[in-house]
């Protein structure tokens, strides 16, 4: 269970990771991690199977032993056996085969009982969190908000270093506290810390009233936007509508064709990351808190949108509450009542904007630091006269594509230079109203389940999954010998023995006991055979069946895995695949058993007396009628109680990664609340099946006890003489156990029916639509490709959905090769859906994307994404180790890591850790900041040198100091390579070679940062003086 247990952490954590897998094209890297974690696994399996095998031998050869012992005795003592007291005592030991097969099956049940309740022991006597990490005062006792006196904090309670220390902290009723300070300072864990989520060590936290929390990196809970926003609250229609517009999201409601009942998918993919922090911010200002805790809330956001939030939500809507807001943007601090800047852990700066100015040190670098970019920013403004120095090669091209960029058709439908901005919002309007007339599917389906019988295709898929089926008929052989031979032995010991005690035997006692013993040992041998075989062909098809179901998920477009839940997946890769390992194979040979142990019963008893058959036939009949009605519901029963526990395991994981917004709203009582009621919804489908069963089991022994009933009255009215009495005690023998093994039968092909949904459940995953190859022969791009780094966009449409509205409507540029291009817009306008269609992440639905005259459709998935390079928006980090997390295929030296982390400002800090580059990094990355995680991205992509790289909201969780000498280091190290910076940031892109603005999906301007700013109708122009404009001070708000 440990090693199942690690293995299915791995596989929530690539779910959860897939993208950047995808983008980094490391899938077959960790797909080759969860192979070989599922071989470790094996190797339990393997040993629990086998051992499972020889418990089922000494069980089953058990009444052979018992039997031949008992014989053996009476022999050697002198006693007399006759057939009456051999058939009684036959009868006597069948009787007891049944209890004595099922014993391995409890002893099995008891240990694995015994092994989950210690695991779920262990997980309780773990330690909670500190019922003192905050003493939560009454609303209006006290007119001071929070206050920490003499705080001292660590993650890690055992490491000598603490994460903050010496923290005195007083905070009044209405105050907005901004909190600053360089990138791994601290910021969040001060929220943590207050919030009662970092254990501590020493010193005292008092909050006075409700609070609300808003997390760096967002966590959207699957649902609509509505379920989100109002995050268990009762709907107040006047409020939700003010909400709405506090955090600017009207406009992206109509976007959408369901509006706010919108379904949300796995951890909100189909949001835009800032998209995903304004339904944030929602959910927090609807809560209606008395302290608003805010955690880097504007990093997601354009400029635009950010001013607008500030003014609307911090200064107008949260104006008379208590707000402490983490922030890069040094912009927002001379609204703050008071700004804390922390290095270390440690606060080293409180005050307002004006005296910290004046003190100087830290606070005064990260405010020149951004000073430094407007400045540089403005410089651009002012030189934009000199535009006309451009190469007259690049010149003419860029005019070019300034015209394809407005609406000029690749195919000459259309010779307008200029589309009207208005013509534009039209198409886009009518699109709108169509699509809301439409009623398009949501992205998130209902999980999807067979109905009607099992195909036999599933039975044959199993059956042939390991040695293309060659041990089926070997273990039917086994089981077959088995069976003849223990008739045989009863025949045997019947027949050879005297009728009476005055009647002579038919052999020597030492042949009657000789042969019995052969056959019964031979028998014995033959029930190994099987144990063994059924044992190896489940290893064998359970294994097979794993690798094959986790090649085509790690081989899906990224699609499959925005529109399908974790927990979907999870339960297949868990609980079903599970049921294959340690269920199905037994269940199969049990049922082959069964059957061939009740063909075995019904030719003793018509050998007696063939009249049995005009009763048999119609009971077989009647007993198949009874199991195809049960089946019919209880199939389905099964099926719909394996599509109820994705519910609980999405749940489940769900509210581990939000844990800290759920406890930080008070919503604990809801969530168990919800999870009590996914668990019901899972146990009453399940309490029916075992109520079906029971059903079934009632009406099977009524039938057959009836049965033998008249197979007795049957036996004993014949004429004296007509049956030879040791043949009739022999059938009587067998009759016994004949009801018992009939309904066994039935329930052994219902039972595995029922657990062969499982396997049809995995059969589905096995054929999922597979994304392109990840390499074609016939179309492999030279070694060096690209070289030059030029990029096509041919009248390039998107969308991510058949069902679904186009995104980006025809997209017509060229990014020449070398240059730095800037691709800025409102959230939403399609900037990360142009990135994830030139990594084909989404096939375009339309036109084409062109990289060095290669045609990127035509070559393999592979060869494309490896030579590109990408930063992603949401930084990520695999548990394991830095040096993992930078290069994961382990193709670079350690010098050349160390290099990587000196250039991305993360040297230092790996070297004052004691284990170097094999420092832990934690699940999700958690013992690492978000800055610090996007720092390691930054490592990575210096480490690959590729010719194009992708920068995708790269440096919006740092500080702007960070973010300059980022972009030094880019400039310098990528010099001679295309780099496509997508940002909010007006510096990060103000000194590219080239900018694209998109808006609604479409060009709208494509041309140098110069000709841009000139045109004073330019939206890039407009872009840049709202920040600017935001740059110079909120006050004015």
Known sequence: MAAKDDRMRKTSECLRNMRILKLQAWEDRYRLILEEMRGVEFKYLRKALYSQAFITFIFWSSPIFVSAVTFGTCFLLGGQLTAGSVLSALATFRILQEPLRNFPDLVSMMAQTKVSLDRITGFLEEEELQEDATIALPRGISNVAIEIKDGEFCWDPSSSTPTLSSIQFR?????????????????????????????????????????????????????????????????????????????????????????????????????????????????????????????????????????????????????????????????????????????????????????????????????????????????????????????PLDSSVLMSKKCDSVGKNISGMADEVQQGVSTSDQKAIKEKKKAKRSRRKQLVQEEERERGRVSMKVYWSYMTAAYKGLLIPCIILAQTLFQVLQIASSWWMAWA?????????????????????????????????????????????????????????????????????????????????????????????????????????????????????????????????MQKYYMSSSRELVRIVSIQKSPVIHLFAESIAGAATIRGFGQEKRFMKRNLYLLDCFARPFFCSLAAIEWLCLRMELLSTFVFAFCMILLVSFPHGSIDPSMAGLAVTYGLNMNARLSRWILSFCKLENKIISIERIHQYCH????????????????SWPENGKIELIDLKVRYKESLPVVLHGVSCMFPGGKKIGIVGRTGSGKSTLIQALFRLIEPAGGRIIIDNIDISTIGLHDLRSRLSIIPQDPTLFEGTIRGNLDPLEEHSDQEVWEALDKSQLGEIVRQKEQKLDSPVLENGDNWSVGQRQLVS???????????????????????????????????????????????????????????????????????????LEDKSSMFLKLVSEYSSRSNGIPSF
């Open 768 to 783: 999922i639509p597979s994304e392109a190859p990840p390499l074609i022969d016939d179309a492999r791009p030279p070694s």
């Open 497 to 625: 023995n005297p009728q009476t005690t005055g009647d002579k035997p038919r052999t020597s006692s030492m042949v009657l006991i000789g042969v019995y013993m052969a056959l019964a040992f031979g028998s014995s041998c033959f029930i190994f055979v099987r144990a063994v075989l059924v044992a190896t062909f489940g290893l064998a098809a359970a294994q097979k069946l794993f690798l094959k179901m986790l090649r085509t998920v790690f081989r899906a477009p990224m699609s499959f895995f925005d529109s399908t839940p974790a927990g979907r997946i999870l339960n297949r890769v868990s609980i079903d695949q599970s049921v294959v390992d340690l269920d199905i194979p037994f269940r199969l040979g049990g049922f082959a058993s069964t059957t061939i142990q009740l063909l075995g019963i019904v030719g003793v008893m018509t050998q007696v007396t063939w009249q049995i058959l005009l009763l048999v036939v119609p009971m077989a009949i009647a007993c198949l009628w």
């Open 171 to 391: 905070v009044e009723k209405g105050m907005h506290v901004a909190v600053c300070g360089v990138v791994g300072s601290g910021k969040s864990s001060f929220l943590s810390c207050i919030l009662g989520e970092i254990p501590k060590t020493s010193g005292e936290v008092k909050i006075c009233g409700s609070a609300a929390y808003v997390s760096q990196s967002a966590w959207i809970q699957s649902g609509n936007i509505e379920e989100n926003i109002l995050f268990g609250s009762p709907m107040d229609k006047a409020r939700y509508k003010s909400v709405i517009h506090a955090c600017s999201l009207k406009k992206d409601l109509e976007l959408f064709s369901h509006g706010d009942q919108t379904i949300i998918g796995d951890r909100g993919i189909n949001l835009s990351g800032g998209q995903k922090q304004r339904v944030q911010l929602a959910r927090t200002l609807y809560h209606d808190a008395d302290i608003y805790l805010l955690d880097d809330p504007f990093s997601a956001v354009d400029a635009h949108t950010g001013a607008e939030l500030f003014k609307e939500y911090i200064m107008t809507a949260l104006a008379s509450k208590t707000v402490v807001f983490v922030t890069h943007q040094v912009e927002f601090l001379p609204a703050a009542d008071l700004i804390l800047v922390l290095k270390e852990g440690r606060i080293i700066q409180a005050g307002k904007y004006d005296e910290l100015l004046q003190a100087g040190t830290d606070f005064n670098t990260l405010v020149s630091a951004h000073h430094e970019a407007i400045e540089a920013m403005d410089f651009c403004s002012q030189a934009s006269e000199d535009s006309d120095k451009l190469d």
């Open 938 to 1012: 930054l490592g990575r992509a210096l480490l690959k040198q590729a010719r194009i790289l992708v920068l995708d909201e790269a440096t919006a969780s740092v500080d702007s100091a960070t973010d300059n000498l980022i972009q030094k280091i880019i400039r310098t190290e990528f010099k001679n390579c295309t780099v496509c910076t997508i940002a909010h940031r007006i510096p990060t892109v103000i000194d590219s070679d080239l900018v694209l603005v998109l808006s609604d999906g479409r060009v709208a301007e494509f041309d140098t940062p110069a000709r841009l």
